[in-house]
């Protein structure tokens, strides 16, 4: 008997993950192992305005975040990292004012869902695709000329680099989420195809 199959586009893999090794805000390490099986979102937070400068929080917390947070029965393995840095991209230790600030904007902020952490930002964001360095690119028009500031990436659960995309906009992080749901149907596809 004929199955009925569904074509759609598969995300492409740009590049394998650097080992990396963040400290979460509940003081546990955050590393490829640790990611490992998880779909992973990384962006980047900064402590002076979290809201609007590099990644549009407010837009990211409406369109991904309640989202996943009200269906974690089925995105229960999607996590989100923010990065957190100063207003020029470098770390900070201190994450109290920004979780006090994402526990005051965020309707039923789970840091089990979305994390904050301390470390490097360029150990994740020191990848180069077609020439291209993430963490080196500037721009005049990017958050502090730093374009990686801006970026949000997709991890697959094997920590490889599935999509790179500005988070700065609505229609980015709308475009963001639909890549994020295309990767969860490359997973079921897998999974029918394996009973």
Not at 87 to 113: A, H, Q, W
């Amino acid at each position: 008997m004929g199955r009925c199959r569904h074509n759609f586009q598969e995300l492409p893999v740009f590049a394998e993950m650097p080992k990396y090794e963040f400290v979460g805000a509940d003081g546990q390490l955050i590393t490829n192992e640790t990611q490992e099986g998880k779909v992973t979102l990384f962006t980047t937070l900064q402590t002076t305005c979290p809201q609007q400068c590099a990644i549009d929080i407010f837009k990211f917390n409406l369109q991904i975040y309640q989202d996943y947070r009200k269906n974690q029965k089925g995105l229960g393995h999607v996590k989100i990292i923010s990065i957190v840095t100063d207003e020029k991209g470098n770390p900070v230790d201190n994450l109290d004012e920004l979780l006090f600030t994402m526990n005051d904007m965020i309707e039923g902020y789970d840091s089990s869902i979305w994390n904050l952490a301390t470390g490097d930002p360029k150990q994740i964001y020191d990848i180069e695709n077609n020439g291209i360095n993430l963490y080196s690119t500037t721009s005049d028009s990017a958050f502090a000329k730093k374009s990686f500031l801006e970026t949000m990436l997709i991890v697959d659960k094997e920590n490889q680099l599935r999509l790179v995309r500005r988070g700065n906009q609505e229609g980015l992080i709308r475009d963001f989420k639909q890549h994020v749901a295309l990767l969860e149907k490359q997973y079921d596809k897998a999974e029918k195809e394996q009973d």
